[in-house]
């Protein structure tokens, strides 16, 4: 059987990225969502998700899967890849 090993916590910097992101993708979702004229619930229900899990990713309190944006995007008759688009993109350092 295979070890798991534990990953260690974020740091700060990285802690604020994540906070950052996933509220981002939250609004994004709940705009889909509202565009739609769908609520909270009939979404979920469509998805296979909780309305509260659905409700905590809007507000971006969730690290939601993969798994469960493509579950989303079909309840929102769009392609997974259109509620990433308006995701910030990562700012990193050149290699040197």
Known sequence: MPRIVPRPPLDAAAKREQDKLLAEFGTSLRAFRNDRD??????????????NYLG??????????????WRLAAALDVPASTLLEKLPRRKVKPAS
Do not use: C, M, Q
């Open 38 to 51: 769908l609520s909270l619930e009939t979404t979920a229900d469509a998805a296979g998700v909780h309305p």
């Open 56 to 69: 905590e990713v809007e507000r971006g309190k969730r690290n939601i899967s993969l798994f469960n944006i």
